[in-house]
C-alpha cells in the first residue's frame, strides 16, 4: 500500500468514526460538481462532544486545538461517506473554523490550526488551504470548536 491518506491516518493511529448524521433539516454534506460542502462539524468522539464551553473561559487555546483536530477528523469522516474513497480527494479548498470564545479572546487562529495542522498532515500536498478562523459567542451544543470544508474532489 502506497502514502495514502488511509496509510496516514493508519499511522497517525487515527480511525475515522461513522459519519455524523444530520441533528436536523440538512444534509451532512453536499457535492456540487466537482466540489464537496461539508456542513459544520463538532469535537465529537465515540458519538460524544469532547469540548465543552467558551474559549478564553472554559476551554484554554491548547483544548481548543485539540477540538479542531476532532472536527477535522470528522470532516473527513463526512468526506469518506460522500466518496466512498479519502483518494478521491483532489484538494482541501478551504475551511472556516469557529470559536466559540469570550469576547476578549483573540487566539482563535491559534485553535484552528488544530484542523489545519492535522488537516495538512494526512492530505499532504492536497492539504494545503485557505481558511478563516471566527470567534462566535456559542454554538450548538455548547460545542467550543466546529469546521466545515470545501473540498474539491474528482
Given at each position: ?15 475515522l ?91 482563535q487562529?491559534?485553535?484552528?490550526n ?41
Amino acid at each position: 500500500m502506497g502514502d495514502t491518506i488511509e496509510k496516514r491516518l493508519s499511522n497517525l493511529g487515527v480511525a475515522l468514526p461513522t459519519a455524523a448524521a444530520p441533528a436536523a433539516n440538512y444534509v451532512p454534506f453536499m457535492r456540487s460538481g466537482n466540489l464537496l460542502f461539508t456542513a459544520g462539524q463538532l469535537p465529537l468522539k465515540d458519538g460524544k462532544l469532547q469540548t465543552s464551553g467558551l474559549l478564553g473561559r472554559d476551554v484554554d487555546t491548547a483544548g481548543g486545538r485539540e477540538a479542531a483536530k476532532f472536527c477535522a477528523i470528522n470532516l473527513l469522516a463526512q468526506a469518506k461517506a460522500a466518496l466512498g474513497d479519502l483518494e478521491k480527494i483532489v484538494r482541501l479548498v478551504k475551511i472556516t473554523v469557529f470559536v466559540a470564545s469570550t469576547p476578549d479572546f483573540t487566539e482563535q487562529h491559534l485553535v484552528a490550526n488544530g484542523a489545519s495542522d492535522f488537516l495538512a498532515e494526512v492530505l499532504g500536498e492536497r492539504g494545503k488551504h485557505a481558511r478563516s478562523a471566527v470567534g462566535t459567542a456559542s454554538l450548538p451544543l455548547n460545542a467550543a470548536v466546529e469546521v466545515e470544508a470545501i473540498i474539491e474532489v474528482a
